[in-house]
């Protein structure tokens, strides 16, 4: 159980244009759900919080009007990229914090965006 | 603001060493602590959780880790490692924030074990 999905794991598109990720918890609800970057060697980075059926909160630093996120349902959640730049090139990973339970998160495979 | 501190950055045992992973943060108030574990072209799995009560949690794999609230610590023990081991490790913390529980990690502890 808990397993969280990733659409696409890789994408690769040229710089200007917009990339969609979905990220689903696909046997459990989950009101709140997590967008993190991770860099390579290091942590991962909190780039906002989601919660169903009201606005993301983002982190500081985090620019809201790049990154859209929609959580319109109890098990998916949406990271757009928008006007994608190089330097937006990352591994993205979601994860689904579920309704009832305990605080523990469960991750998605993460989903490796290039911008070229 | 909250912050994670794994002071292990980059561990190499030979396989049956003891194992023992730093992790301290900053935050006084109410917590949640994890250890995250993430093998090589894997995504991040739960090791193991302390939420209240004793201080000493058991996870999977043989892992355990002991909360010390006056150290803020949350370090992650393993009396024998095996080659399997070899991850990523990451240390979070949830923090009670205006209501909601905020998650921060550290930045990872890369295990290498030597068969």
């Known amino acids: 159980g808990a397993v969280v999905s990733q659409h696409p794991s890789r994408v690769i598109c040229k710089s200007g244009t917009s990339v969609k990720i979905e990220c689903r918890s696909l046997?459990?609800?989950?009101?709140?759900m997590f967008w993190y970057r991770q860099f390579p060697k290091k942590s991962l980075m909190l780039m906002a919080t989601?919660?169903?059926?009201?606005?993301?909160?983002?982190e500081q630093g985090v620019e809201k009007d790049k990154f859209l996120i929609n959580h319109a349902s109890l098990t998916l959640s949406t990271l757009t990229v928008t006007s994608a730049h190089p330097e937006d090139s990352s591994f993205y990973i979601c994860?689904?914090?579920?309704?009832?339970?305990?605080?523990?998160?469960?991750f998605g495979p993460g989903t490796r965006l290039t911008v070229t | 603001a909250q912050s994670v501190s794994q002071h292990n950055h980059h561990v190499i045992l030979s396989e049956a060493a003891s194992l023992e992973l730093g992790c301290n943060y900053s935050?006084?108030?109410?917590?949640?602590l994890f250890w995250y574990v993430q093998y090589p072209g894997q995504h991040l799995q739960l090791l193991l959780k302390y939420f209240s009560g004793d201080p000493l949690v058991k996870g999977i794999k043989g892992f355990e880790a002991e909360f010390i609230k006056s150290k803020f610590s949350f370090n992650l023990r393993k009396p024998s490692v095996q080659w399997s081991d070899t991850a990523e490790y990451f240390c979070a913390v949830n923090a009670l924030v205006g209501g909601s529980y905020i998650p921060t990690f550290g930045r990872g502890t890369s295990l290498i074990v030597h068969p």
């Open positions: 046997d459990f609800q989950a009101t709140t």
């Open positions: 994860s689904a914090r579920p309704t009832s339970g305990t605080y523990e998160q469960y």
């Open positions: 989601s919660n169903e059926g009201s606005k993301a909160t983002y």
């Open positions: 935050y006084g108030g109410t917590v949640n």
